[in-house]
């Protein structure tokens, strides 16, 4: 009698953790959800502004530009600084942010279209 109720302890003792594992499981997946669909965040769009700051850099090592493309290049850093500081901040238009990435996106491509970059180099735009 003892072993069929230890056996059963483990079993039930098996299923329950079985359970709570299911439901942690559960619980993180529509907390992930619902940040990803979250109306106004611009974390995608300025993480992404980042990483363009970053290849171009690297195609400015690449390909030796003239010191104009380097000069713009600095004036466009500065810019994208100033966006990542007031979306740190919180206090922003998300209309206007969202229209500030996508002019300095703009720019940052037609800095690679002025440094010749080979077709294969090209940031994967969206």
């Not at 700051?53 to 104009?68: A, F, I």
């Not at 493309?69 to 206007?96: K, L, P």
């Amino acid at each position: 009698m003892r072993r069929i109720l230890f056996i059963l302890l483990i079993a039930s003792s098996v299923v329950m953790g079985g359970v709570s594992t299911q439901a942690r499981e559960n619980r993180g997946d529509e907390r992930t959800t619902y940040l990803w669909m979250r109306w106004g965040n611009l974390d995608g769009p300025i993480n992404h502004l980042n990483r363009m700051v970053g290849h171009v850099r690297w195609q400015l090592t690449r390909y030796h530009p003239d010191s104009s493309v380097r000069r713009d290049f600095a004036q466009i850093r500065r810019e994208v600084d100033q966006v990542n500081v007031r979306f740190r901040s919180g206090h922003y238009d998300r209309r206007q942010m969202k229209q500030g990435i996508d002019r300095l996106h703009g720019r940052l491509h037609q800095l690679e279209e002025r440094l010749h970059v080979r077709a294969t180099d090209y940031y994967p735009w969206r």
